[in-house]
């Protein structure tokens, strides 16, 4: 008897208790936009609010960036990388080769692929690279879930101390780890979302549309650390302390 549509009653509790909350969220923002409608008086609520967005835009702009020192190379933890990867076939195997290429001790990577689904050439890829690297562990699955399906489908046969999740079209220099591992010797560091840049950013248009994307996104996370704002992970180039 298959169970690949089977659903505990604990994921269909879960399930109820997210739709109930995005339907009190949607609920609320249409009762404030109604009430604005209702009491034109209320207007210089909207004032009140932009006035709030330009002074924080304005801390944000004048903010100086706080440099974090890595401290000893020596603290050298196990680090799990893991890479959902669906169709990938174009770019997968350069990934792999760069992974195994960063300097940091072999015994202390835990490195998976987690083919979801793939129907290109993937997984024949993958076969391929288990030969020339025999450490490389690719998990296959049914795509389910998404991204978040493919990693949790994982985390828990993982090992590291660190996790390190990158897309299948990323690329690491060798000194990677080296340079962002030992920042987790501070316990108040729970995770570091790196810079991410386009490397054919000169191919074209939209490549340099999107390096200058990159660009924004990496000024403002910045700037909103600097501001004992909130920073984001972006899922790509991100660790996260166990």
């Keep these: 008897m298959g169970i690949s549509n089977y659903r505990s009653s604990n994921d269909i509790s879960v399930d109820r208790d997210r739709r109930?909350?995005?339907?009190?969220?949607v609920l609320l923002v249409w009762g404030m936009v109604s009430l604005l409608h209702w009491r034109s008086d209320l207007q210089w609520l909207i004032v009140g609010l932009t006035a709030l967005l330009s002074v924080q835009t304005v801390r944000m702009l004048m903010a100086k960036p706080i440099s974090v020192a890595s401290e000893d190379i020596a603290y050298l933890p196990t680090?799990?990388?893991l890479v959902p990867a669906k169709n990938e076939s174009a770019v997968l195997a350069d990934l792999v080769h760069s992974l195994f290429q960063l300097n940091y001790p072999s015994d202390r990577l835990d490195i998976w692929i987690i083919d979801d689904g793939s129907t290109d050439a993937t997984p024949q890829i993958l076969s391929k690279l288990q030969t020339q690297f025999p450490t490389l562990q690719v998990h296959r699955r049914a795509s389910k879930g998404?991204?978040?399906g493919a990693l949790n489908a994982v985390f828990a046969s993982t090992q590291g101390e660190i996790v390190l999740i990158?897309?299948?079209d990323a690329l690491?220099?060798?000194n990677f780890l080296g340079e962002i591992v030992p920042l987790f010797q501070d316990r108040a560091i729970g995770a570091v979302q790196v810079r991410k840049s386009i490397s054919n950013?000169?191919?074209n248009f939209l490549t340099r549309c999107q390096q200058m994307?990159?660009?924004c996104d990496c000024f403002l996370q910045i700037h909103r650390i600097a501001v004992a704002g909130m920073s984001e992970l972006r899922g790509n180039g991100m660790l996260v302390r166990r």
């Design 213 to 215: 994307e990159m660009s």
């Design 172 to 174: 690491v220099p060798a």
């Design 201 to 203: 950013a000169d191919t």
């Design 79 to 81: 680090v799990s990388i």
């Design 20 to 25: 109930f909350k995005a339907t009190l969220v």
């Design 166 to 168: 990158c897309d299948a």
């Design 146 to 148: 998404g991204k978040a």
